[in-house]
């Protein structure tokens, strides 16, 4: 017992780190799933999009706060990409999803020209900024929840405004939205992409913090993300504008501190996917099982 | 204010399944006329109303608004002159929102959405006033989910958000028709009124023979894409469900039972 609290409380700061930086991938999935209703994937391939595009860049000694800059941007284009397949082609929103992911494989190896780029003795933004940044998990964990307070309150008084209001409107009823002048195909580029944008951030910023970038860093994001999400909602619920922004954050460090404490307990590193599908497939299963299980006596009846 | 000329549109053209919705429909609607068109399934009703909403583009022919071509519109953009209740009682408001939200979303039609509060300068005291005729008391109530409003009061809501910025042209498609005798007559006799008191040009779609011949100044029959009747003035009022049913020999049970 003494050897699991150990092990737990050795894995708690990296695990506060990493929820917290993951946030933002959830973040990027909430927006375009709940508040757009455009069940959306490119985070999967838009997260180590940004990774690897801000390691060629800074690899290449572009700026590092630059690289970041034109990480977000391909993060936003890719989302956009997903967007317009779905608004031009009318090809399934998840179908357009895994193309993106797909092409981006291959677009990230071109990008990098390798499946890995150390940045290990290069700068980055995150110590330039703050020295010794990557070294201090306690600096870590104070910038992202300063960075994720500020984003929740920003996206809170937004989601109010009358811009908002529309971006609101055109996940609840788009026939709504359209009939009272909302663009619709606009406002779904737009969101898309910006979600994406915050999935390419958190790829970039994880890569420059544990000092690679790797084709392969994407690999299950798109689950985790969700996972986090879901467990958020559970905690948050999603009944003011609020508590809808704040589930993406509560959500992933929750995640990843059961993550630790499995960990902890001895579960195996390379289990973790199947545990956290399993555990998504239950969450989303959960209902139809308890339709089943009231309706059971009512036919005995 | 309502100009339609020579619209024609036909469904899958060349197809086996060819259907000729529109054939050819002349339509003139003056400032401030109220008209409601009538018809079987499938006479065109609905096809007419998207046309002119911009849903549906016409094969041939022109929508003028106010003088203006708006033939090449899209709907979005239209919206900035038309108003629309739909039938279904889910569709013309955003359920997870609020009553005060959603006439805002409505009250912003036509303009560019800003990043600022859409409840600035009293806008819910105009909200409230434009609930407050409608005698439902959701003007007590702007803060209410949407979702949990009866169809009734969701179509009263549609409505109120239809007429906010004083659209050139309201269009009716069957809104009362999902809901019970007696809330569609509630809701229906909050539309006259709001029709008589703003003066809005209306174009009013139904099934029901009854509604027609009650409302509006003018009735438009439509019958396999054609106007097959149309009555004004005296003409109009002196209208007889019997009358009409003996003239045109009408089978439809739908139009007479609805």
Redesign the interface.
């Known amino acids: 017992m003494a050897e699991f609290f150990a092990a737990f409380w050795n894995l708690l700061p990296v695990s506060l780190g990493h929820g917290l930086l993951h946030a933002f991938v959830a973040l990027g999935i909430m927006i375009p799933f709940r508040l757009l209703n455009f069940p959306d994937l490119t985070s999967e391939g838009a997260f180590p999009l940004g990774g690897c595009v801000c390691a060629a860049l800074i690899a290449a000694a572009v700026h590092p706060l630059a690289a970041m800059l034109v990480a977000l941007v391909a993060g936003f284009g890719a989302g956009c990409v997903t967007a317009g397949i779905h608004l031009r082609l009318r090809i399934n929103t998840l179908l357009a999803g895994i193309l993106v992911v797909t092409m981006l494989w291959s677009v990230n190896l071109r990008v990098m020209g390798k499946s890995n780029i150390p940045l290990f003795s290069l700068p980055n933004a995150f110590d330039q900024a703050w020295s010794g940044f990557t070294a201090s998990h306690g600096a870590q964990i104070t910038f992202w929840v300063a960075l994720s307070a500020a984003l929740v309150l920003a996206a809170r008084w937004f989601l109010r405004t009358e811009a908002g209001l529309v971006v609101r409107a055109v996940g609840a009823n788009d026939t709504m939205a359209r009939a009272n002048g909302v663009n619709v195909a606009r406002v779904t580029l737009l969101g898309v992409g910006t979600a994406n944008a915050f999935s390419a951030f958190a790829g970039a910023s994880l890569a420059q913090i544990q000092g690679y970038a790797d084709v392969a860093m994407g690999f299950g994001m798109l689950i985790n993300g969700l996972a986090a999400l879901i467990i958020g909602e559970a905690i948050t619920g999603r009944d003011s504008v609020l508590r809808q922004i704040l589930a993406p954050f509560v959500g992933a460090l929750v995640y990843y501190l059961v993550v630790a404490l499995g960990l902890a307990a001895g579960v195996h590193p390379s289990d973790l996917k199947l545990v956290t599908g399993l555990f998504v497939l239950g969450t989303l299963g959960l209902p139809a099982f308890r339709r089943a299980m009231v309706r059971e006596p009512r036919l005995r009846a | 204010m309502l100009l339609l000329e020579a619209i024609r549109k036909t469904f899958n053209p060349g197809q086996p399944n060819e259907k000729v919705a529109l054939a050819r429909i002349d339509l003139a609607l003056d400032k401030g006329e109220f008209a409601v068109v009538i018809g079987s399934n499938g006479a065109g009703k609905s096809t007419l109303l998207n046309v002119v ?1 911009g849903d549906l583009a016409p094969d041939a022919g022109r929508v003028l608004i106010g003088g203006a071509d708006v033939t090449a519109v899209p ?3 239209r ?2 002159f038309i108003g ?1 209740v ?1 039938q279904d009682t ?8 609020s009553i005060e ?2 006439l ?3 009250a ?3 303009r560019s ?6 409840m600035r300068g009293g806008a819910r005291e105009r909200f409230r006033n434009a609930l407050a005729p409608l005698g439902l008391g959701l003007e007590e109530r702007l803060a209410t989910r949407v979702e949990l409003l009866s169809g009734g009061q969701r179509q009263a809501v549609s409505l109120v ?1 239809a007429l906010l910025g004083e659209p050139k042209l309201l269009v009716l498609d069957e809104h009362t028709a999902a809901l019970d005798p007696r809330t569609a007559e509630t809701v229906m006799r909050a539309t006259v009124e709001a029709i008589e008191r703003t003066h809005t040009t209306t174009l009013m779609v139904t099934h029901n023979m009854h509604q027609a011949i009650a409302c509006g100044e003018r009735l438009v029959m439509l019958h396999e894409g054609r106007v097959l009747f149309e009555a004004t003035g005296a003409e109009k009022r002196g209208l007889t469900v019997e009358a009409l049913v003996k003239r045109f020999g009408i089978v439809d049970d739908e139009l007479l039972l609805a």
């Open positions: 909403a709907a979005h953009e919206s900035r629309r739909f889910s569709a013309c408001t955003a359920p997870g929102l939200e959603n805002a979303i409505a912003g039609r036509g959405r800003r990043l600022a509060s859409p958000m």
